[in-house]
């Protein structure tokens, strides 16, 4: 309790030493031990999708991108939903209510405050980038948990080649492990690395795009019977991926000898390797779970 207490205490002083809305204290269930990750700085939003909390985002208001999501994982069932793309109120106006509320369909025009507070449906229109989610959909069990994820705060702009690439086999393949062997919760991060020299959609400096996407997991509570191969991922793992094949290979190596999607590779790796590569390019300790998740 006294733990729980002081990671309370600690996030609503991240939220407020940001002086801006929203803070991360009425979301905290949607990080392992109410800790979430240390060493970036944002926006908290607690993801309200009509009725409740969804998930947790921190963002960037002048990459007007998410650093990360966070979420807890559960088995999904059923297909990608229909469902418009929605934004955050209270970016625009901090007197708005926090609820995500869908695009205004046109002619309706989306109201400039809107517009400059964070990325819009045009921002990525005619870019040759996709709207990559964060906390994917495909993550969640019921109608409304995948819905809450089409709000544009949990998403980058991704290459094609890599979100539909290995980058969704990896989604895929922590879906398979954490179904099969995740006996208890499993909290998983997933964010982003920039450029050293900050890129922009469309060179219009409105939408950061990244260099990098990584994701982390942790289940505390796993089985028993791990095979020999999963071992060293559990209770935590973690992948950087490539998002963009000009990339230098320091982080994640190139397999010339793929057919498809060449340069947008996936590079599974220890939650700590991960941290030392935020850290080199962030300029100060990142991390992820309390304890890294031991
Ligand atoms: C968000 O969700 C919570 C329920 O978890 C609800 O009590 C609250 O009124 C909602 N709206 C806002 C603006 O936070
Ligand atoms: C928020 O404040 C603005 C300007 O002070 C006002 O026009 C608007 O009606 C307020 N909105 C809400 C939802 O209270
Ligand atoms: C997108 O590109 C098409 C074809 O190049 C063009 O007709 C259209 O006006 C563009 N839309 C925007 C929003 O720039
Ligand atoms: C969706 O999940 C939430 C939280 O787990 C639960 O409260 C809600 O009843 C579920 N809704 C449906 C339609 O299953
Ligand atoms: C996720 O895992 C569940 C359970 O194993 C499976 O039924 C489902 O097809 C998987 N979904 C994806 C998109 O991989
Ligand atoms: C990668 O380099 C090629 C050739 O120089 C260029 O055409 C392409 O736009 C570059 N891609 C990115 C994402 O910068």
């Keep these: 309790m006294k733990?729980?207490?002081?990671?309370?205490?600690?996030?609503?002083?991240?939220?407020?030493?940001?002086?801006?809305?929203?803070?991360f204290s009425p979301c905290l269930n949607f990080?392992?031990?109410?800790?979430?990750?240390?060493?970036?700085?944002?926006?908290?939003?607690?993801?309200?999708?009509?009725?409740?909390?969804?998930f947790a985002t921190l963002y960037s208001r002048e990459r007007r991108s998410p650093w990360y999501s966070a979420y807890l994982y559960s088995t999904p069932a059923g297909k990608r939903p229909k469902t418009?793309?929605?934004?955050?109120?209270?970016?625009?106006?901090?007197?708005?209510?926090?609820v995500m509320l869908p695009f205004p369909v046109p002619p309706k025009r989306v109201d400039e405050s809107v517009v400059k507070s964070q990325a819009v449906q045009q921002d990525y229109l005619n870019s040759s980038y996709t709207r990559g989610h964060l906390n994917p959909s495909l993550h969640h069990q019921n109608r409304s948990d995948r819905r809450s994820t089409f709000t544009l705060t949990n998403v980058v702009p991704q290459k094609m080649e890599s979100n539909d690439g290995m980058w969704a086999a990896l989604e895929m393949r922590v879906n398979a492990t954490m179904t099969k062997y995740c006996?208890?919760?499993?909290?998983?991060?997933?964010?982003?690395?920039?450029?050293?020299?900050?890129?922009?959609?469309?060179?219009?400096?409105?939408?950061a795009i990244p260099e990098y996407l990584w994701s982390a997991y942790c289940c505390p509570t796993y089985s028993r019977d791990l095979p020999e191969s999963l071992r060293r991922t559990f209770p935590t793992f973690a992948a950087i991926g490539r998002n963009d094949a000009n990339s230098t290979e320091e982080i994640v190596p190139v397999d010339r000898t793929r057919k498809k999607f060449?340069?947008?590779?996936?590079?599974?790796?220890?939650?700590?390797?991960?941290?030392?590569?935020?850290?080199e390019r962030y300029g100060r300790k990142i991390a992820i779970f309390s304890r890294q998740c031991l």
Excluded at 183 to 197: D, L, N
């Design 262 to 279: 060449v340069g947008y590779d996936v590079r599974p790796m220890p939650l700590a390797d991960l941290e030392i590569y935020l850290r």
């Design 183 to 207: 006996a208890g919760p499993a909290y998983v991060v997933t964010g982003i690395i920039p450029y050293r020299t900050d890129r922009w959609l469309k060179d219009e400096h409105r939408v």
């Design 31 to 54: 990080f392992y031990r109410y800790w979430p990750p240390s060493g970036f700085n944002g926006t908290p939003i607690c993801q309200n999708y009509t009725n409740g909390h969804y």
């Design 3 to 23: 733990r729980w207490l002081a990671a309370l205490a600690v996030a609503a002083l991240l939220g407020l030493s940001q002086g801006d809305v929203g803070d």
């Design 84 to 98: 418009a793309w929605k934004y955050e109120p209270q970016l625009a106006k901090s007197n708005a209510s926090g």
